[in-house]
Every structure is written in structure tokens, then in C-alpha cells.
């Protein structure tokens, strides 16, 4: 059923996608063709075939075995036409819901046999422009300011049985760093700083540190090693690392410079008497990923601790019905950016995200040891805290979802 959906939201955005670039070629070609100076109607239009021409290429640049992706300034070009991929659909949408409105309206005013006002026939049109405007102004902001406009989350999280020691425990997570074009090393400094400056007694990555074998994964791991804690720095890998074959690459660059990258590995942690179990995984494939998907935390059980809190580093957030039903306190997860763009309506939102997983962004709870056959016997709770990540990928924008530091504070439940 999950796939049939998928399949049917899938055809859907390609049947949106090819409605939306129509109205805005047509839209556009028939204001140039206004133009009474031939030189210039004509120099236009060449632009604006061009234009569509570069925009189908960066849309399927990845089936062309990203081929503007390594010429110089191809990033750019295809971020360009991402954000207006992104814009364009929602300003398509925007404009055609005031020409819907302003139909509604016709249609009452001819029943009623008014007579037609050119005041009104003229506010719709003006409507039509400003609702069309708003997007693309949200994704030139999302682009330029609101990407890099660090937000530092101050959460508690209350754990069961959690030592008296341990109340209090801080925790920075970072996740999602996506060094590359459009995040610098410069910026992945200012972030690690940020967290430094939380004063964390324990510091996380959770995956993702790169986008694709191009980005310059030792740049990152670079500025990482330079989180300060106690307990220093451990982290794992995310589905990106599996697409750039660097997951071995990234284990040793964190053990060079002096970090840890947990790998179906676990390590027990001591602060102050007391000790915590920190569980690291590589990517839980699922049906969204390449490559073979297995079950969820396979082998797992034999690293958890029952006599210390658990916290697992997983960058799929998925993940978490499994370790809540393994008795694992805490999950840590990144991935899902948060959906990078959400869209408020009254008093409901929308995140891209929603079509991967029910765990987007911010704090969670399911009850721990749970089976499958929905028995609980202890009746407490398992947390997971998912990172709307640092970085961006696809497009470079953030529209309502700010880029994240995280600062978690365990609290004795």
C-alpha cells in the first residue's frame, strides 16, 4: 500500500512539475511577444528557450551522470534551478487559487446579474501577482539568509531510571553537515563554535557529513574535531556516506584527528561514578535508500546495556520503533532536515518529510519494550530527538525550518 502511494505521489509532482513550467514558459512568452522591437523580442526569446533548456538539463542531471555537476559553477546553475522548481510550484499554486476565487466571484456576480466591476476584475489580477510573488521571495530569502541562520534547541530529556549523576548530563548534536558549495567550511566552523560554547559534556554527529564523492569530506571532519567535551566527540555515518562509498574513509578521518565513529559498535562512558551506554550505527537502510534494505538495528541487542542508560547515534530516525521495542533509552537521529520547507496553514503544517517518516523534527516518545504485539510490561517511555540538520540537499533553501544545534539536557524521569 506504502509503495502504490509513493508511486501515485511520485507521477503526481511530474504531472504538477510539467503543469507549472508550462504556465510560466507560456505566461513569459506571451509578454515577450508584446515586445514590438524585433531585435529585442527576438533576443529575448532565444533567452528564454535557453532557459528552459538549462533547467530540463539541471532537472535531470542526475540521470546524466551529473555532468554539470562537475563542470565549474554547475552547482550553481543546478541550485538555481532547484529554488525555482521549488518557487515555481508554489507560486503556481498561489496564482491559481486567487483566479480560482476570482472565478467563484464571477460566476455569483453573473447569477446575482450584477454588473461587472473592473475594480474588482482588476484587484484579483493584482492578487494573482503578489500571491505568485510571496513564494519566490520566500525561496530567494531561504536561499540567502535563512540556510545559515543558526538556531540553537535547548531540550530536556527525561529518562527512566536515569542516575542521580547523570541529571543534568549535556549533550551538543550536530547532524547533517552537507560541506560543499553552499556550506562552507567557514560555516561549519561557526557551528561547531556555537556548540562550544554551550559548554556540552558530550558531543554527537549524526551522519551525513558530505552530500556526494565530490565534497570535501576531510574539510569537515576537520572542523569537527575541534568540538570541545569532556567526553569528546563520537558520531556515525548517514545514507550519504553510503553514496559516496566513504563510511570506511570517514571512520579513519574521525580516528586521525582523534574522534570516534561508532559503526554496530557501543562504548561505555563514565561521568562522575556513573556510567552510560553510547550505541553508534551506520545507516538503517529502508525502502528510501539504495541497496538492499534489512531489518531495522539488526544485531543491536547485543550492545545495549541493562544496567546503564542507552543512547543510540542512528541518522535514520525509523529506526526508533525498533530501539524503543529493545529498551533504548534515547535515540539520536538527523536525516529529515526537518523537510527544510514547511508550509502553515491555520493551525496545521506540512513538511516535505512527512513522506519518508512520521518522526521529523523535535522531540519523541513511544513506550519502551514494546513487542510487536503491542504488550508494554515496564511502562515507561523511550525518547528519540531527531536534528533538523546544519546543511541543506537538493536545494539549498530553508523556508520556516532553521538550520539546528542541538543542546540536550537528560532529566531523571
Request: net charge neutral; glycine share 10%.
Amino acid at each position: 500500500m506504502m509503495i502504490v502511494l509513493r508511486i501515485g505521489i511520485f507521477f503526481t509532482f511530474i504531472a504538477l512539475l510539467f503543469l507549472t513550467q508550462r504556465f510560466w514558459f507560456m505566461s513569459a512568452w506571451r509578454l515577450i511577444a508584446e515586445i514590438t522591437r524585433p531585435g529585442l523580442r527576438n533576443a529575448l526569446q532565444i533567452t528564454w528557450v535557453c532557459a528552459l533548456i538549462v533547467f530540463v538539463l539541471a532537472f535531470f542531471d542526475p540521470l546524466l551522470g551529473h555532468v554539470l555537476d562537475k563542470v565549474g559553477g554547475g552547482k550553481w546553475i543546478i541550485a538555481a534551478a532547484r529554488i525555482w522548481l521549488v518557487a515555481s510550484i508554489f507560486a503556481f499554486l498561489a496564482v491559481q487559487l486567487v483566479h480560482g476565487a476570482g472565478w467563484i466571484y464571477g460566476l455569483i456576480a453573473s447569477g446575482a446579474s450584477a454588473p461587472v466591476n473592473e475594480s474588482r476584475r482588476n484587484f484579483f489580477r493584482y492578487a494573482g501577482y503578489i500571491a505568485g510573488g510571496i513564494p519566490i521571495v520566500a525561496a530567494i530569502y531561504g536561499f540567502a539568509a535563512g540556510r545559515l541562520k543558526y538556531s540553537v534547541e535547548r531540550v530536556e530529556v527525561p529518562i527512566a531510571n536515569l542516575p542521580k549523576e547523570l541529571d543534568g548530563f549535556k549533550i551538543a548534536q550536530l547532524s547533517d553537515i552537507h560541506i560543499g558549495d553552499f556550506m562552507p567550511r567557514e560555516e561549519v566552523r561557526r557551528a561547531v563554535n556555537i556548540a562550544n560554547d554551550l559548554k556540552p559534556d558530550l558531543a554527537v554527529v549524526t551522519g551525513d557529513f558530505i552530500s556526494s564523492e565530490f565534497d570535501p569530506l576531510g574539510d569537515c571532519i576537520a572542523e569537527l574535531s575541534k568540538l570541545r567535551a569532556p567526553l569528546g566527540t563520537w558520531g556515525c555515518n548517514g545514507n550519504h556516506e553510503i553514496y559516496a562509498d566513504a563510511e570506511g574513509a570517514a571512520q579513519q578521518l574521525f580516528q586521525q584527528h582523534g574522534m570516534k565513529l561508532l559503526r554496530q559498535e557501543n562504548v561505555q562512558l563514565d561521568w562522575r561514578g556513573a556510567k552510560l551506554n553510547l550505541i553508534g550505527v551506520d545507516y538503517q537502510r529502508d525502502r528510501m535508500t539504495r541497496g538492499p534494505a534489512g531489518p531495522m538495528l539488526q544485531g543491536v541487542e547485543l550492545l545495549i546495556s541493562r544496567e546503564h542508560p542507552n543512547i543510540l547515534l542512528s541518522h535514520n530516525p525509523n529506526s526508533f520503533h525498533r530501539a524503543a521495542e529493545m529498551g533504548i533509552e534515547l535515540s539520536l537521529a538527523g536525516h529529515t532536515h526537518g523537510g527544510q520547507v514547511k508550509v502553515e496553514i491555520v493551525d496545521h503544517s506540512f513538511s516535505p518529510a512527512r513522506l519518508i517518516t512520521d518522526f521529523v523534527a523535535g522531540l519523541y516518545h513511544l513506550p519502551m519494550g514494546k513487542s510487536s504485539s503491542g504488550e508494554n510490561g515496564n511502562g515507561q517511555k523511550a525518547a528519540l530527538y531527531v536534528n533538523r540538520g546544519l546543511g541543506t540537499f537538493g536545494v539549498p533553501v530553508r523556508i520556516v525550518v532553521l538550520p539546528e544545534i542541538t543542546l540536550l539536557t537528560l532529566r531523571s524521569a
